[in-house]
Structure formats: C-alpha cells, structure tokens
C-alpha cells in the first residue's frame, strides 16, 4: 500500500487580507478524492506549520497523473467565508520516493482568477511510501475519517449492476421462450437494456477492429494504411499503443516449448531444428524431455520456401572426437498457407503436441505453435530474428537511460589551524610565506582555487569550484590543501557524495561543514581543518548537448518539472540506397545498418539489419515532451561491433549520416512522413550515404498549456539568479558529455563512445574553416534584409520608380498630419505582409543543409584541419602554412572591427571636445536649431525634410552630404594604437 506524505513547512510574504495589514492562514490540501487541513496561524504573514498530511493512493499506477492541490486561505471568524490567498497545483510525476530523497521546495502562490491580488510562496516536502497493506479486521484509520468518505457512486453502481443482472436473466428467458416457439424474430416490445450492448456488438472481432480504426486517416502522409491502435491518457496527453506510423512487418513465428522422447539414449541432448528454404536453425541442446521454450521470427519477404520442418535431432557425445554426432528422431512439416495470422491484442497462440514422423520417432511427440504475426507481436522481441542474425545481443533493439546528471558546488571558505612545519613526509623545509591554493577533485575532474598568502589571519578564499555528479554517485570527493611555493600537501579529506545536502533554489543556503585534513605522515597525521559548504544543485538543468539543438531543459530536481505539454511520436520506417562500408567474405561490400534516435534522457537504437542495402525498420517510438523549442536527433550507423565472420575485427561503429527535426517548426497533430538524404562529411570530402524514411507526428492535448511554454525562459530559473559563466559552461558541458559516454559504453550492448560523441556533436568547439564560411554568410544573410532595404529606399530616393515614390509622399504627408496613426498602420501592414506569406511558406527541411553547411566549397586542406586532432599531428610545414591562413582572416577579422570602433569613438569625440573646432561649430549648430525648432513647427519641419529627402535625382548633387563630410573628418582612437 502506498501512502503519500505533504509535509508543510511554513509560507513567505502572503497577502494581508484580514484588514489589519496581517491574515490567519490555514492550508486545505486535496489529492485523489481526500482532503486535509491544517490548523491556523493567527496575524502572521510568515506563518509557520511545521505539519505533515497523509494520503492514500488508490491506484499506484496512475498517481502520476494525479494532481495535488493546496489552496491556502485566511480564516475569517464571526461566521465569515475565508479568503483566498493562493493555490498551488503540483503533478503526481514530480513525487520522489522516500523522505530522504525530498527536499524542500518553494513554490509561488497562483491567482484562482485574473482579477486575485496574490503573492508571496510556500515551503513544501512531498515524498511517498510504501506500507504493508492493512488486514480487513483492522482498517486504516485514515480510509475511516470523517473527511474521507466512502461515494456515493460505489452504491449506485451496485444498484445498476444488480438492475443488469435482472435484466439479463429476463432476455434470457425471453431467449428460450423464442427459440421454443421458432420464432425467427425477438417481439416489438422485448429490446436490450441501454446498459448492455447487444452481445452480437460486444463480442464480434470486427465491430472491435471497426471501433479501433485510426481516426486519423486523412492526416497521414505518404503510404501509410488504415491500422488498428488504442489510446491510454498519461498528462492529459494521447498515447497510441501500435504501429500506425509504420508499416506492417509479416513475420513467421514458431515457438518451441516442449520435446517428448520416447527411450532416450543415457548421456544424450536433444535440440530442435527449423528449416524453410535457405534458412535452418538450431534450438539450445537440452536434456531428454525438458523444457526448450524458445521463440524464432522469420521475415515473410526473405522466405524461400512455403513448408516449415521441425525435427528433433539426438545428440550423442563422440569419444573419438570432441563433434557430437547427430540423429534424426522424427520430423513434423507444415505448409506455410495455411498458418493462422495473430494480431494483438488476440490473446496469444496456445502451443500443441505434434506426433513426429520418420523412421525412429514411434511415440516421439514436440509442442510448438506457429502463427504469422507483425513485428508488434509480444513475442518479437524475446524471438530469433532471421533479419538481425539471431539472439545477438549486438543487434537487438534497445532503450537507454542518460544518467540523472547534478552540479555539485564545494564553496572553500577557509582553513584553521594547518600544519606548515613540514612538507609530505617531512621532507620539505618550512616556508616563511607560503602560497597555498586548494584543490578538489571527483572522478576525473580536478579544479583548482586561487592560491593566497598565509599570514597573521586564517587563510580564506570563499570561491566556489563545481562539478558534475551523476547518478549514482562516485563514492568520495577529495579536497586537498596544497602548498605551491614548495609542491607539498599540508593535507586531505575525504567527503562521502550521499551525505551532501540537495537544494533545489537558491532560498534555502546549504549547510557549512569542518573536515580534518590527513597528512601522509604516519607520525602527525593532523594537518588542520577546513571549511567548506557543498551541495548538490538540483536547479539546474546540466547541459549535455550544445545549447542549439538540446533536447531537454528541465531541472534535475524531480520537484521542479511540470507536466509534459505534448506527445513526441517517431516512426522509423527505413533506409534506401545505402553504400557499403566494409567488405564480407573479403569479395563483396555490405552494410550492417542501425538507427539511434535521442530525445532528453531516452536513447533509442533499432535493430541492426544484417547485409541489406535498403533496409526496413519499422519501429516507433514515443517522447513526453516539455518543452516544444527543442531539438530530435536521429543517426544512422554501421553496426561494427558485430562480427560478421571471425577474421574481420571491427570495432567502432562507422556513421552514415543525422537528421535533427525541432519541433517547434512541427504542425501539432500532423503526420509528417518523408524521405531524407544521409550527408556524411569525411576528410575527402561530403559523401552521400543514401536515404532515410521516418514518420513524426507532435501531439498535444492543449493548446493553453502549449502557447504558455512560449512564455516561460528556457532554462530554469537558478540559470538566471546565479548564472554560470561562458567558459565555465564549456568545460562543465565536456566534463557531462564524457560521463554520459562512459555510462552508455558500459550498458549490454553498449552504445559506442563515437555514437553518443556524434549524436551529442562533442567536437562541435573545434576550430574549422567550413563552420567560420557558414557562421559568416549567416550573418551577412541576416544582414542582407537591412541591405535590401537600403536598396528599395535608395530606389524611393532616386525615382526608379516615380508612381512609388509619389506613393510615399502622400504617405508622408499622413503620417506627419495624423501621428497618432503612424503605429496602428504599421501593425496592420506587418499583419496583411505576414498573412499574404502564409501561402508561400517553406516546407519543413529536416535534412541537414548541405549548402549552408558549405562543405562543398572548402578544400582538401580545410577538411584536413578540420579532422585534424588536438593537439596537431601534422607536420611544422603543414602547420606554418595554416597559421599564416588563419593570421590573415584574423586580419580581415581585426581590420572589420577596428572600423566599426571609429564610428562609435567619432560620435564620442564629438561631445568630448576632442577637435574643439568640430565641436565648436556642433556647438553653434546646436543654438540655432534649437531656436529654429522653437519658432518652426515639428511637423512642418518633418514634411520639409521628407520633401527634401525625397526630391528628384536633378536636384541633386553628386558628392557626398555637408553631415556625412563632417562627420568622417571627426578623430577617433586609431592614431593611438601602437
């Protein structure tokens, strides 16, 4: 039995409401039909309760879309109804297990409506138990309290079912007596009850495939078919339990349960094999009448045949040899066009005892069934793959898990108390004025503080040094007090991770600790104290991924996540035109292909299918998704780790292309199928892999909760209140993507280091000539709408076209005489320009770009760099040559921003009287034009200078502006540069 526990701790800064500047709060906690309050705290706006409230969970399975919901209120004496001071609704999906796991959270008060005048917040711990369920003669107490209730609704419902009975046992008497009188129709006046469908209705297979049907025929895209699928609701969002983004795969199943042999030898084993056309396989050898219980998948499209043979071989150790020899003990066949089709949810195929046939296999019997399924049979993923080469751990489709990821924050205050009279050992002579600096490390991250001078005071730094933690946690941290004049350790210690306090904000201050620093020498093993304060943050959200494209930005902190605002829904269908990239048999190339597709923590792979140039995957696979402004990233991969013959030794798997799709450019609702190039970028260049077919469909439930995930940061919110610096982010980014490597690589099968390093793009910092090219001419195409722009007005400008510009004096003179709609006209112009753009709007691309990439315009040498490690493993040469390249971008690079910096020291000079001259007669202009503009209208003086702006090519002169000829001649800083 579980039990839900809401311990409420106190409340900040809530609203007066009682009239006198103060307000008695209590708090009313509801969850799954219970209710619970706590006492009042009288004239205090900080009240602090310090109770905890107990709830049953009737249902373990779905408290996760349970909502619970507290709403405090200020309790009003003399017979008035309390007011309201604020709500807090939490999802069942943030609830940890276990009191130590809970942290305690403050959560802002909500308004009830528009129109509440609400604030401050309040500070809860909700965590759940599990308890042996009560026997009968003892109720729960808390089933039994008087807020607790048992509803109305149990006894009405047995009210009905006992009216059903009644009616039922009636039709059925009406029944008898028809068939009695041969009646071939019921009478007018005998219909079913409305509770109680027809049985012909409830019990036909195909009113129930008809019921099930996809409603969402003409949404899909492409060759997809009507299919059978169920919805279940998780988060107020649909989940379909089927394949209806795919294509239905036929395959060929056969389980084995069960041999009988009738007088076995003594030390003999039995297996069974299965052979249809080309393919034959064997069972696990097993002892005479014992279970074998195996499961084989045979692809539909690759049989060669139209019978299955099972025969049950004997197997009899040799002692001449260690080869096994092998007799028939009977064989039983069957014609592949007359095995019945499951498709779930049928329940599944009850296996039968098959009289075998031949010679020795009087009385020999096996037990097997065999039936033709889809790849969404229950059975395929425990069964023998014909088109993944078996029971191969390598090749099997899997789910992986991201390690949970934490930033852990050691803040080193000071030290007392160090011993500095000798070194590690005894070895080193005192100091007179040693620079010490401490030193942390966990796993393999080490970082360093400043390092400061020891004198009459304690030695103090308070600077705070973070790392990542994932779970579960490495056993200890080391902090190490070091000596850096001399190289030697005044100290260590040693602090367990699961004794470090978890924080969720930045309200609640961790607590500061001492610690006993260890000296090597056994003969003073004391070397001082230290003290420091650490935390695990669990407000923040810890990066793995480039911030660009991730996939995720909750916190860490379970607490802090909010229901799911849609449902992410791929189908992988399959692969075309793949190339070969490795040989078989040394003759001829193939291609062992696989899909990972990434989203948050969750991690797909397909299965690997075996030496096909056009494979089909079939798959689907569902996301919660939080956020819509993120990033699906999906790879398709050799499989090299599976060996396909003994003399190959293949060990990392070879890339063949990704495909990124943000779903935020997704229509919600909408399936969108396609066929997508595979671009790789090796050091010869970019290469076409061939094509990929994949099914994405975004759903979501809510369009509310969908436009206010526009509204809220990106990140939470300790990303904003204590930020992390640029460089630190970097380095705290590669130190997450190192621990999320090294914990794939160790799941069965592992996920290859280069796999989670290409999906995760972990090289994406290092320089390269091709990403500079794509960078630049994303900004000059940014900047090319402003140029744009300048052309159209210089066109206005110069009477390209006179009907325009004429246009744009009349617009003038409105916009000069009637200012108050200047505003109102430019909405509604950018309102009907976006609208008439609607039409002409692109179709979602989730391929990569092959031309903003620019990876067909760079050279040998480019993509040489560009591959190249870190540090360089090319030649002196090689490197010269490419530095002298780099130094003269770098050039260009300094020269663009050294113009840029004249301008805005120009317009500095000007009002520094830098050239008192030039700010003389800026100075005089300035008199008069603010005589000028006392006298002259602005609006006269604004249609002069449009009129003036605008006036007819012969009118002008060719040189440039008196304002732009004084405005260069102004001096900036560039003289002063050495």
């Known amino acids: 039995m579980r039990k839900l526990a809401v311990e409420i701790q106190n409340a900040k800064n809530l609203m007066p409401k009682d009239g006198q500047g103060t307000a008695s709060a209590y708090v009313i906690v509801d969850f799954d039909g219970q209710r619970r309050r706590t006492n009042t705290i009288s004239r205090d706006l900080n009240p602090h309760w310090g109770e905890k409230l107990e709830f049953s969970v009737h249902d373990v399975d779905s408290m996760a879309e349970k909502m619970l919901e507290l709403n405090v209120y200020n309790d009003k004496k003399a017979g008035k109804r309390s007011t309201f001071l604020g709500k807090v609704k939490i999802s069942g999906t943030t609830f940890v297990k276990g009191c130590e796991e809970a942290s305690l959270v403050y959560y802002p008060l909500e308004k009830r409506s528009v129109f509440s005048q609400i604030k401050g917040e309040i500070g809860l711990k909700i965590w759940y138990k599990e308890e042996p369920a009560p026997t009968p ?79 969402e025929k003409s949404v899909l895209q492409g060759n997809l078919k009507n299919r059978d699928f169920q919805k279940f609701s998780s988060g107020g969002t649909d989940r379909r339990i089927a394949f209806d983004l795919v294509d239905q795969m036929s395959f060929l199943y056969v389980r084995v349960v069960k041999a009988k042999i009738l007088n076995p030898e003594p030390e003999s084993s039995f297996c069974a094999k299965l052979v249809i056309g080309t393919h034959a396989v064997k069972t696990e050898s097993q002892a005479p009448n014992k279970a074998i219980d195996q499961v084989f998948a045979f692809d539909k499209e690759s049989l060669n045949s139209t019978s299955l043979d099972v025969s049950i071989l004997a197997q009899k150790n040799s002692p001449e040899s260690e080869a096994k020899a092998e007799s028939t003990a009977g064989t039983v066949s069957f014609d592949l066009l007359e095995v019945p089709r499951r498709v779930p949810p049928d329940s599944p195929l009850a296996p039968q005892w098959y009289s075998l046939e031949g010679e020795g296999s009087s009385g020999n019997d096996i037990m097997l069934s065999v039936w033709v399924g889809t790849q969404a ?43 500095l009279d000798s070194g590690s050992g005894g070895t080193q002579p005192k100091v007179r004025n040693p620079e010490l600096y401490v030193k942390a490390q966990l796993g393999a991250q080490l970082f360093k503080t400043s390092r400061t001078c020891i004198g009459s005071s304690n030695p103090t730094w308070n600077e705070d040094l973070i790392f990542v933690a994932a779970e579960p946690f490495e056993p200890f941290f080391t902090i190490t007090v070091e000596d850096f004049t001399n190289g030697s350790t005044v100290g260590y210690a040693k ?41 695990l943050e669990g407000g923040y959200h810890v990066l793995d991924e480039a911030a660009h494209v991730t996939s995720d930005v909750r916190a860490t902190a379970k607490q802090l996540s909010k229901q799911p ?66 990033v699906l990233t999906l790879g398709v991969f050799d499989n090299g780790r599976y060996k396909y013959d003994d003399k190959e030794d293949v060990k990392n798997d070879v890339r063949l292309g990704k495909l990124r799709v943000r779903l935020s450019t997704l229509d919600t609702n909408r399936v969108y199928v396609g066929t997508y190039s595979l671009m790789v970028l090796l050091p010869s260049g970019a290469k076409r892999m061939g094509e990929i077919e994949i099914a994405v469909r975004f759903s979501c439930s809510s369009w509310l909760s969908l436009i206010q995930a526009y509204a809220n940061p990106m990140l939470p919110r300790m990303h904003y209140v204590k930020p992390l610096g640029p460089a630190q982010q970097d380095v705290l980014r590669h130190n997450a993507t190192r621990i999320v490597t090294m914990r794939l690589a160790r799941s069965e099968p592992a996920l290859g280091q280069e796999v989670v390093q290409f999906m995760l793009d972990s090289d994406m910092h290092i320089w390269s000539m091709r990403k500079s090219k794509a960078n630049w001419f994303r900004v000059v195409g940014c900047l090319s709408k402003a140029a744009t722009f300048a052309r159209w007005l210089d066109g206005i400008q110069t009477w390209v076209h006179p009907p325009t510009t004429i246009l744009i004096h009349v617009l003038l003179v409105a916009v000069v005489l009637c200012p108050h709609l200047m505003l109102p006209t430019m909405f509604m112009y950018s309102f009907l320009i976006i609208m008439l753009r609607f039409r002409y709007r692109q179709h979602v691309s989730v391929t990569m770009d092959p031309r903003l990439s620019h990876i067909e315009t760079v050279g040998p040498d480019e993509l040489d760099e560009e ?11 090689q490197v010269c040559v490419r530095y002298d390249r780099l130094r003269a971008l770098a050039g260009r690079a300094q020269t663009l921003l050294g113009d840029v910096a004249a301008q805005g020291e120009r317009l500095e000079a000007l009002f520094n009287w830098r050239d008192p001259r030039a700010t003389g007669i800026f100075v005089v202009v300035c008199l008069f034009a603010s005589l000028l503009f006392y006298v002259v209208p602005f609006k006269a003086f604004m249609l002069a200078f449009g009129f003036y702006y605008l006036r007819h090519p012969r009118f002008r002169g060719d040189m440039p502006s008196v304002l732009m000829n004084f405005f260069r001649r102004l001096p900036a800083l560039s003289d002063r540069i050495i």
Do not use: M
């Open 495 to 535: 602090v367990q991770v699961t004794t470090v306090d978890k924080r969720t904000d930045d309200k609640s201050e961790p607590r500061s600790r001492w610690f006993n620093l260890i000296r090597d020498d056994s003969s003073k093993p004391y070397g001082g104290r230290i003290h420091v304060r650490v935390c």
């Open 137 to 215: 003669d003892k109720p729960d107490a808390a089933e039994t309290s008087v807020e607790e209730k048992p509803p109305e609704k149990d006894k009405e419902e047995e009210k009905k079912a006992a009216e059903v009975k009644e009616e039922k046992k009636e039709e059925e008497g009406q029944k008898e007596e028809a068939e009695a009188k041969k009646e071939d129709k019921p009478p007018e006046n005998t219909t079913p009850p409305p509770e109680t469908p027809p049985p012909s209705k409830v019990d036909s297979p195909d009113s129930q495939q008809k019921q099930n049907q996809n409603p």
């Open 565 to 630: 605002v849609g449902l992410l829904e791929v189908g992988i269908r399959g692969a075309t035109n793949l190339l070969p990239v490795k040989t078989k048999d040394g003759t001829r190339g193939t291609t062992d292909a696989y899909v990972v597709a990434k989203y948050g923590p969750k991690w797909v792979r397909t299965r690997t299918i075996l030496d096909r140039f056009n494979p089909r995957w079939n798959e689907q696979y569902t996301w919660d998704v939080y956020d819509p402004c993120t």
């Open 377 to 419: 049979d229950e059975a395929f993923q425990e069964a023998w793959q014909s088109d993944s080469g078996g029971l191969i751990p390598e090749t099997r489709a899997k789910v992986y898990l991201s390690p949970k990821l934490w930033y852990l924050r050691v803040t080193v205050i000071q030290t007392q108390d160090l011993q």
């Open 867 to 877: 591959f190249d490690g870190f540090p360089t493993t090319q030649s002196i040469d």
